[in-house]
């Protein structure tokens, strides 16, 4: 709709406005009752057919409504969606550090101690006890409490696997056929058990020990 058809249609709802309160006031005209007072009835007339307010134009009338139409956008415009409440995370307590300290012992400085001694006797260091004493120097008195760590266990050796099966103790006039035979199994095996071939076998002296299971 362009500018032309709003004046139009404007122009048009002034009319109708001006026919209705026309209409309105030839009704209160005819059932007034003109009798009572000639001179009351006749202002009643000039009233009700008094021309209305001045209308504006039709030019007014249009920014009007323009400007009423961009007020409202203006309003929709500023409301917004509320925002949904922050979410809030519980946090992980942290939990206190407990420092694990190494178990110490104490030992009294005798006559004739030094801290090599000690430190020998004691399977420690030097440096540990200086540090876990905090002694400047070496020089140590007689009846000076010295803080030790405790000694750390021994790590266990390994123990050797122990060689699983049966062995046969080569002895004089022994050779692999013989050593098969006494053993109830094939020189093949033999030789294969001990990863040895002929010329290995033709080798073996009186000691060597031999795999036969």
Not at 138 to 165: H, M, T, V, Y
Not at 178 to 203: F, P, W
């Amino acid at each position: 709709m362009n500018r032309r058809d709003i004046i139009i249609v404007a122009v048009i709802i002034n009319a109708g406005l001006l026919v209705t309160l026309f209409v309105s006031s030839l009704k209160k005209e005819q059932g007034t009752d003109l009798v009572i007072h000639p001179k009351v009835a006749v202002e009643q007339v000039e009233i009700a057919q008094a021309p209305p307010p001045p209308l504006k134009s039709g030019g007014d009338q249009i920014d009007q409504v323009i400007s009423q139409y961009t007020a409202k956008a203006k309003v929709e415009e500023k409301v917004e969606a509320p925002l949904p409440p922050p979410i809030l995370t519980p946090t992980a307590k942290e939990e206190p550090k407990v420092s694990v300290q190494s178990p110490l012992r104490v030992v009294t400085v005798e006559k004739g101690d030094v801290l090599e001694k000690i430190a020998r006797s004691h399977g420690v260091s030097v440096d540990e006890i200086m540090k876990l004493n905090a002694l400047s120097n070496s020089r140590l008195q007689i009846g000076q409490e010295l803080k030790l760590p405790e000694k750390k266990a021994p790590k266990k050796e390994a123990l050797p696997k122990k060689e699983e099966g049966k062995y046969y103790i080569v002895k004089g006039g022994d050779n692999p056929w013989t050593i098969a035979q006494k053993n109830g199994m094939g020189v093949e095996e033999l030789l294969k058990l001990n990863n040895m071939d002929e010329e290995k076998a033709k080798r073996l002296r009186p000691g060597d020990r031999l795999k036969i299971k």
